[in-house]
């Protein structure tokens, strides 16, 4: 099994920065593909950012150019930094992982979420 838990959630005013962290345990070698989902309120979860095991990333549109994905696979970690945070940004947000290296768009894997929250 794997496990992900996630850090840095909290809140900030638009225009502000956060980063999340996910730390990965358990059978860390049947993970691929990293990355995170988010929530936003009385919406269905959606892809914000994911990762594959060489290094390439890719983004919704709406967080291009403000949020980067990284991962430290000595670490075991992955990372969303969140740049010019805005109030539609607010959500929970999850860290996801999947055993094959194509994506992140159905994870096999979730952590417990953490709540973003930002302020206008």
């Known amino acids: 099994q794997v496990q992900l838990q996630e850090s840095g959630g909290g809140l900030v005013q638009a225009g502000g920065s956060l980063r999340l962290s996910c730390a990965v345990s358990?059978?860390?070698?049947?993970?691929?593909?990293m990355g995170w989902h988010r929530q936003l309120p009385g919406k269905q979860r959606e892809l914000v950012a994911a990762i594959l095991r060489g290094g390439s990333t890719n983004y919704a549109d709406s967080v291009k150019g403000r949020f980067t994905i990284s991962r430290d696979n000595a670490k075991n970690t992955v990372y969303l930094q969140m740049n010019n945070l805005k109030p539609d940004d607010t959500a929970v947000y999850y860290c996801?992982?999947?055993?094959?290296?194509?994506?992140?768009?159905?994870?096999?894997?979730w952590g417990q979420g953490t709540q973003v929250i930002v302020s206008s």
């Open positions: 358990g059978s860390i070698y049947s993970v691929a593909a």
């Open positions: 996801v992982a999947d055993r094959a290296n194509s994506g992140i768009d159905y994870p096999y894997y």
